[in-house]
């Protein structure tokens, strides 16, 4: 019965890709060494690549994981399931290609970047790159993906930061924290439940408001110094990485196109960032009078 019970249990794990992937980054898990890995080739019968890998570094650096880009990964083709799933903080895979839904789900720290193939003959911002519930539960870390993006986007997002070039319905629902930069449409039921962190929409066509759920968060447009330089970086990133003709385009015309920008900004969070603003300010009054 054990030895049933024992093969009801079979994963497969020993046929996982992330088993290679350990074996060739020993030296980064076990001595924090710079490694990089070029053209590995991924297709979609490999789910969740980068998590075992993950797990060996969270097991001996915990969630700070190692120091950021400490293990590069290039990957090549079309990602199973759950690509980069709970990903550590210092590991970069980045895929030429695409990949199906999870992509980033429970992501702790890594950086996931996703781009079409070289040679593709489609426009990558009319063509789905990354499938339906990405970065579900995502922790922190980074993610930059040119081209769209399906359905429940950021879902339940509490620190990431990720730029995307489309999305489908219900993007950013239930989101608690984080950035996310949508460069292009969003589906219905945006910021459905949005308690949390900060979306900013580039609102070319001038219709997100009959998209966007205004139950919980305000619209309005990006003006606050603070706002415009997180926007830009991330931007600037995502065209870094990716090459996407968007990003540069909205870079040569940074001044006029920021206009176009809308900042989903949740009521709760909102009141929270003044309240804080508010108590530091006093504190900063008080301490001058003492000065004085």
């Not at 590995?40 to 880009?69: C, H, K």
């Not at 996310?180 to 439940?193: D, E």
């Not at 970086?233 to 920021?258: C, M, P, R």
């Not at 900042?263 to 969070?269: A, G, S």
């Amino acid at each position: 019965a054990m030895k049933l019970l024992c093969r009801a249990r079979d994963r497969g794990l020993e046929k996982a890709l992330d088993n290679k992937l350990i074996q060739l980054c020993k030296e980064a898990i076990e001595h924090k060494k710079l490694v990089r890995i070029d053209d590995f080739p991924i297709r979609n019968i490999n789910r969740t690549a980068g998590t075992m890998l993950s797990s060996e570094v969270a097991r001996r650096y915990g969630l700070q994981g190692l120091p950021d880009n400490t293990i590069q990964i290039k990957m090549r083709g079309s990602a199973g399931q759950s690509f980069g799933a709970f990903l550590a903080h210092g590991i970069t895979l980045t895929l030429e290609g695409d990949a199906n839904d999870y992509v980033g789900k429970g992501i702790s720290g890594g950086r996931i970047i996703i781009f079409p193939p070289k040679d593709a003959t489609y426009i990558p911002e009319e063509n789905i790159i990354v499938g339906n519930t990405l970065l579900y539960g995502a922790i922190s870390g980074e993610v930059f993906f040119r081209g769209l993006a399906g359905e429940r986007f950021a879902v339940r997002n509490s620190g990431v930061s990720a730029v995307v070039e489309g999305v489908g319905d219900h993007g950013c629902e239930y989101m608690t924290g984080g950035r996310i930069v949508v460069l292009g449409k969003t589906g219905r039921n945006f910021a459905g439940g949005m308690s949390g962190g900060l979306a900013y929409v580039w609102d070319k066509e001038g219709d997100f408001a009959n998209h966007c759920n205004p139950t919980m968060v305000d619209l309005v447009p990006v003006v606050e110094e603070g706002d415009k330089k997180e926007l830009k970086t991330l931007i600037e990133k995502h065209a870094q990485f990716t090459g996407s003709t968007v990003a540069k385009g909205i870079l040569e015309n940074w001044n006029s196109v920021l206009s176009q920008f809308i900042k989903v900004y949740p009521r709760d969070y909102r009141l929270v960032l003044e309240e804080a603003a508010r108590i530091a300010s006093e504190k900063k009054e008080t301490a001058e009078e003492v000065v004085h």
